[in-house]
Each structure stands twice: as structure tokens, then as C-alpha cells.
């Protein structure tokens, strides 16, 4: 075995695949997202009637009584959104009577099913108990806020579900999760036709997944293609430049970071990552962007088309695309609100540079770190209760995340995509780039007008955003290098460990089929104990041993491996000099 090739692999895409692929199955993934529901079900629904804004409430159940006696949205009145919510409450209205609390059970209704969506898509980036706590934090952060049935709500939760299908696709590569994907980006333009940006955060994705598909692979020659890079580059300069176009109207330096500097972080990725070789010619990367849009492009005009009818057959559709397409910017236009002044930003800066201390000390420091921060953060969470400065403060620490996010996002991607330890690109990675192209896209929903509720409409994507890391990302780089010399040291130098080693991998290999509640793919487990082994080679027999111990007990071999390594131990030095070290756990930094 070649030890220049001891290195670790990335995930294949598979649904089994990752460490947390097989979490879903087990009773505390139920039990969780029980817990989770109820919570938040019983949390929003505590502040479910709570406060009446009559220029919403009014507006919306006016819209569903006329739908209810027979008008057309756009051309028997004027409707301020595209029309769909309108169908809904009207149906609500009609089978539980014309109450303006039934607006809101209606939304109710969608938020308890937004919650388990939420939750999965979740416990595919983190641990379920991770996943449990997020999907809180998320329901404290929507609607208990604004209980009021406004549809910038439905379009948070369609752009969810269309999430979740999306991530299910990734898994199974089944088209009728693109079809379902692009049938909750075309219900939540029926209900306001802010979805655009849904479909175009979708679209951003699939040219990351075409460039992901098509990466070389090893003993394959590599290909250009030119006509498709050309097309890339153009496509990702026009819809850059074009969101710029939208803000230009007041372009203050808060609005191009907020909203412009986000998504343009991602462009840019993908145009870096074009540069690399790929494994297809420009017409196999058109054919299989073609593919893949064309499904989820489909499953979007299918409800908009369907729409449509009762306006074909009433000769209406010029009211309609007038209503739809045209009023709303001169609506809009007349409604601005600035955000928060950048100058608000530097209490995220500053939380950030803790965080980066506390990573960086070790020890008791960061434990006292770590307790001074929590104490803070509880302070700041109860007197913002009674106290503005505090609660504007933690307010705008929240509101500016969406650019932290991006700068974090793109390097963790970066430096996966470039690594040495990880060439291809795997399924947490391209789940973390759908999960900020979705949630960069729809924080749009806050412009022109950014008031501070707008920024709860897609605080939940941005929490996705924030937990979501690839696991499979080494901590230190600088360990795959160093791994490196170390094995070209023990190849040249130190014949006998070789033979060590060759046990240590032959036992893997041997009790592989006894692997019980194996947490990773089992190439990515036995890479991950070479790695190990030869990364402690120079600190003696007796760091192996405890480095090897410690990587058994996480994949879940059985005792037999564990003999092995044992045994070379006394054959190639005898006994362990510190048989206490060798038991204690071995930590990484």
C-alpha cells in the first residue's frame, strides 16, 4: 500500500453517507423532534392572537371576502400581492367562518409543519441534539415576533420545504425532488412574488453542482471547456451586476453589504473554482445543467401556469401581469427604510473576536473565557427587556450575520475545494452552499423596506446557514502536511514501524464487517486510522496505541483491532514505558 495515498477522503454522495446520515433512524431523532415540535408549537401558539395591525390584517381578509364572493384578484380589485393567499383564506373562510383569527390559524397550520421540515434539514448538517436546539432558536426567532398572516411567513416556510426537497435530492438524486423543490418555489410566488429570489438562490446552486459533478477524477484525463465556461462567466457577471442594478436606487454602503456582498462572495467562489480542469466537454455541462433545471423549472410554472386559467378564460391576463409584474415596484418604491447604520456591526466584530480568542486559548483560560461570555450574553438577553441600548444592541449583532456568514461560508468552501486532504467536493459541502445561496438570496425579502420584523422572515435560513460546517474539513491544514513527511520519514527511516502499521490497516480491514454504529463511511474510517498512526509515529509506540484506541472506539470496531496494535507495540519495543498515557485520550487542535 502506498502510504502517500493515507490521507483522508471525503463523503461519497449517498444517502448512507456522513456522520450523520444514519442519526435519522434511531429513537432519539423521534423523540427530539417531538420535544421540538411541541415547544414550539405550544410557544407560537401562546402569542398566536397576540396584538392586531389593521393596514395587514384589514388588507388580507378584505382580499379573501372578495375572492369568497366571486372577484378576481387584479381585475376585480387591486391586490397588492400575486394572489394565492387571497384563494387560501378565502377557503378558510368559507369552511370556518369569516374571522380575521382565522388568518392565523391558517398560518399556524403551515408554521407546525414548517417546524419537523426545519428539524431535518437541520439534523443533515449537526447532530439531532444540535439540530433540536437551531430548530428552536429558529421558532423564537419567526413567528411568534409578528403573528400576523403576512405572506413574507408563507414564503419563509415554501422556501423551506423547497430546502428539504433539495437536500433530498442531493441525497437520492431523484428528479421528483427537483419537481417538489420547484412546486414550493411556484406556491410561494402565488403568494408573493418575492420568490423570485428562491428560484434564483436555486439556480446559483446548480451551477456549484454542475462544477462539483464535473471535477476530475483521478486516472482520468482532464478536459476544458471553454464555450461553457464562457457562458458561466457571463451568467454570473449579468445576475450580480443585476442585483447591484436593484439596490441602485438608494445604494447606501449598508444595503450593498447586506444584500449585494453576500451573494457576490458566492459568484465569485464559483467563478474561482472554474478556473480548475474539469472531466466534461461544454456540451455534456450544458446538457446536465439542462437536466437539472428544467425539472425544478418545470415544478415552479406548474402552479403559476395553473393559476393562470381562470384568467385566460376571463380575459384577463394583461390585469394580471400588470398586477403582478408592474404595480408592485412602483408600490414598493414608495415604502424605504434604511438599515441599521454600519457603524452597528462592530458588537458582531467584537463577538467574533472572542469567539477566535476563546478557539485559540486553551486550557482553564478558555474555560473562564467561555463563562464570562455566557454571562454576558444571559445579561444582555434579560436586561434587553427593560433596557433599548442593550436590545437595539443584540438586535443588530443578529442583523448583521448575513456577511459574517459569507466571508465564513466561502473560505470553509475555499479551503475545502483547494485542500489536499479532501479533493472532492462532498455532500456537506454542497449542502452548506445551498443552504447560503437560499438564505443570501431571500434575505431580500428586507429591501427596500428593512424594518427590523423583516429580518425574522429569513433569520431561521441564516440560523441554517450558521450551524451548517463541513465535518469532514480537517481542523489544522497544516496536520495533512505534516502527516505527509512523517509518512516519507517512516518509509526512509524506520523500517520496522511499516510493518506496525501494515497490522494496523490489515486488522481494519479484517474486522470491517464488525463494525457496529459506524459514525462515518468506512474508507473515511480506515483512512482516518492511518492517518492516526502515522501521524504519532514520532512520539512513540505508546501514542499510537492511544491514538488507535481512541479511533476504534469512535468507528465502533471490535476488540480484535485493538489486539493487533497491542501486539506490535511489545514486538517492536516491548513494553509500553507509561502505560497510563496510552490509555488517556488523545486531543486534537
Not at 480542469?277 to 439542462?290: P, V
Not at 443584540?394 to 448575513?402: F, G, K, L, P, S
Not at 474486522?511 to 462515518?520: I, Y
Not at 505508546?542 to 506490535?568: K, P, Q, T, Y
Request: charged share 15%.
Amino acid at each position: 500500500m502506498d502510504y502517500e495515498e493515507l490521507t483522508l477522503k471525503s463523503a461519497p454522495n449517498s444517502p448512507s453517507s456522513g456522520p450523520r446520515a444514519g442519526a435519522r433512524a434511531g429513537p432519539r431523532w423521534w423523540i427530539l423532534l417531538l420535544v421540538v415540535w411541541c415547544l414550539g408549537g405550544a410557544y407560537a401558539g401562546v402569542y398566536l392572537k397576540r396584538g392586531w395591525v389593521p393596514h395587514d390584517e384589514g388588507v388580507f381578509a378584505q382580499s379573501a371576502d372578495r375572492v369568497l364572493h366571486g372577484e378576481l384578484p387584479h381585475r376585480d380589485y387591486t391586490e397588492i400581492y400575486t394572489g394565492g393567499l387571497a384563494y387560501l383564506n378565502a377557503f378558510a373562510f368559507r369552511y370556518l367562518g369569516e374571522d380575521l383569527a382565522v388568518l392565523r390559524l391558517v398560518l399556524f397550520a403551515f408554521f407546525l409543519l414548517w417546524i419537523p421540515a426545519f428539524y431535518w434539514i437541520a439534523s443533515n448538517l449537526v447532530a439531532d441534539w444540535i439540530a433540536a436546539g437551531a430548530t428552536l432558536l429558529a421558532v423564537v426567532w419567526s413567528l411568534p415576533n409578528y403573528s400576523a398572516a403576512v405572506p413574507s411567513w408563507y414564503n419563509l416556510f415554501f422556501a423551506t420545504f423547497g430546502l428539504a426537497a433539495l437536500f433530498a435530492y442531493l441525497s437520492d438524486r431523484s428528479r421528483k425532488w427537483l419537481i417538489a423543490a420547484g412546486l414550493c418555489g411556484g406556491c410561494s410566488f402565488l403568494v408573493k412574488s418575492i420568490a423570485c429570489f428562491y428560484f434564483a438562490g436555486a439556480l446559483l446552486f446548480f451551477l456549484f453542482l454542475e462544477q462539483c459533478e464535473s471535477r476530475p477524477e483521478p486516472g482520468r484525463a482532464n478536459a476544458r471547456s471553454p464555450l461553457y465556461s464562457t457562458f458561466l462567466v457571463s451568467s454570473i457577471v449579468l445576475f450580480v451586476a443585476a442585483l447591484a442594478l436593484l439596490i441602485r436606487e438608494h445604494g447606501s454602503p449598508e444595503e450593498i453589504l447586506n444584500f449585494v456582498f453576500p451573494t457576490a462572495i458566492l459568484a465569485t467562489l464559483i467563478l474561482l473554482r472554474e478556473r480548475g480542469a474539469t472531466n466534461r466537454s461544454s456540451r455534456e455541462r450544458f446538457l446536465a445543467l439542462f437536466r437539472t433545471t428544467l425539472s425544478f423549472g418545470l415544478g415552479f410554472l406548474l402552479p403559476f401556469f395553473g393559476f393562470l386559467i381562470p384568467y385566460l378564460r376571463g380575459n384577463a391576463l394583461h390585469d394580471f401581469l400588470n398586477g403582478v409584474f408592474l404595480l408592485p415596484f412602483k408600490r414598493v418604491w414608495g415604502a424605504f427604510m434604511t438599515p441599521p447604520h454600519l457603524v452597528t456591526i462592530f458588537p458582531l466584530i467584537l463577538l467574533i473576536g472572542v469567539l477566535a480568542l476563546g478557539a485559540w486559548l486553551g486550557g482553564k483560560l478558555r474555560w473562564v473565557l467561555t463563562i464570562a461570555l455566557g454571562l454576558a450574553v444571559v445579561y444582555g438577553l434579560i436586561s434587553s427587556a427593560h433596557n433599548l441600548v442593550n436590545y437595539q444592541t443584540i438586535w443588530n449583532t443578529a442583523y448583521w450575520v448575513t456577511p459574517v456568514l459569507a466571508v465564513m461560508g466561502a473560505l470553509i468552501l475555499r479551503r475545502g475545494a483547494s485542500s489536499e486532504a479532501a479533493p472532492e467536493d462532498g455532500l456537506e459541502k454542497q449542502q452548506l452552499f445551498l443552504v447560503l445561496a437560499v438564505g443570501f438570496l431571500c434575505a431580500f425579502v428586507q429591501y427596500p423596506f428593512s424594518a427590523p420584523i423583516y429580518f425574522c422572515y429569513v433569520a431561521p435560513l441564516l440560523i441554517l446557514a450558521a450551524v451548517a460546517r463541513p465535518s469532514g474539513l480537517p481542523i489544522c491544514q497544516g496536520l495533512i502536511g505534516r502527516c505527509r513527511i512523517a509518512q516519507r520519514k517512516i518509509r526512509e527511516q524506520k523500517p520496522r514501524h511499516r510493518r506496525m502499521l501494515d497490522d494496523v490497516l490489515g486488522a481494519t480491514h479484517h474486522d470491517r464487517g464488525n463494525a457496529v454504529g459506524l459514525q462515518m463511511p468506512r474508507d473515511q474510517a480506515d483512512g482516518l486510522v492511518a492517518y492516526r498512526a502515522v501521524r504519532h509515529q514520532h512520539r512513540g509506540i505508546h501514542s499510537i496505541l492511544a491514538a488507535a484506541r481512541e479511533d476504534f472506539r469512535r468507528i465502533g470496531l471490535d476488540g480484535d483491532a485493538m489486539g493487533a496494535v497491542g501486539r506490535c507495540a511489545e514486538e517492536t519495543r516491548g513494553e509500553l514505558s507509561d502505560p497510563a498515557l496510552a490509555r488517556k485520550p488523545l486531543q486534537l487542535r
